[in-house]
Nanobody, 130 residues
Framework: QVQLVESGGGLVQAGGSLRLSCAAS????????MGWFRQAPGKEREFVAA????????YYADSVKGRFTISRDNAKNTVYLEMISLKPEDTAIYYC???????????????????????WGQGTQVTVSS
C-alpha cells in the first residue's frame, strides 16, 4: 500500500499562488495516474486535476482551468499542483490520490471519478483570503 503525504498548503491572499506537493512511499508511482481533489467546508470532495501515468495527458475541473497545473516527477515519486491567481473559493483541504489500476488510458471521465482511486493522502489546507 502506498503512503501519500501532501504539503505546501497555507494561507494566501486572493491573487496569490501556492505549489502543492504529494510525495509517495511504498510504491513507485510511474505506472499510475494521479489525481488532486479538494473538499471545502460543508461541501463534498470534488475533482481538481489529474495526470496520466505517462504524463501525456492532464485533466482539470472547469473551475481551475488556466490557473492550476498538475505535473509529476517520477524520479522523486512526487506529484505537484501549481496554483496561481487563487480565489477565496479555492479554499479547501486538498488531497492527492493514486489510480487503483496501473497504466490506464481512458477518457477524462475516468479520472474525474473518486472511486477509481484507492489510496489517499491526509490532505493539506489551502486558505485564500479576500
Amino acid at each position: 500500500q502506498v503512503q501519500l503525504v501532501e504539503s505546501g498548503g497555507g494561507l494566501v491572499q486572493a491573487g496569490g499562488s501556492l505549489r502543492l506537493s504529494c510525495a509517495a512511499s511504498g510504491r513507485t508511482l510511474s505506472r499510475y495516474s494521479m489525481g488532486w481533489f479538494r473538499q471545502a467546508p460543508g461541501k463534498e470532495r470534488e475533482f481538481v486535476a489529474a495526470i496520466t501515468w505517462s504524463a501525456t495527458r492532464s485533466y482539470y475541473a472547469d473551475s481551475v482551468k488556466g490557473r492550476f497545473t498538475i505535473s509529476r516527477d517520477n524520479a522523486k515519486n512526487t506529484v505537484y499542483l501549481e496554483m496561481i491567481s487563487l480565489k477565496p473559493e479555492d479554499t479547501a483541504i486538498y488531497y492527492c490520490a493514486v489510480d487503483r489500476t496501473e497504466l490506464t488510458i481512458y477518457g477524462s471521465g475516468y479520472y474525474y471519478t473518486q472511486d477509481n482511486y484507492d489510496d489517499w493522502g491526509q490532505g493539506t489546507q489551502v486558505t485564500v483570503s479576500s
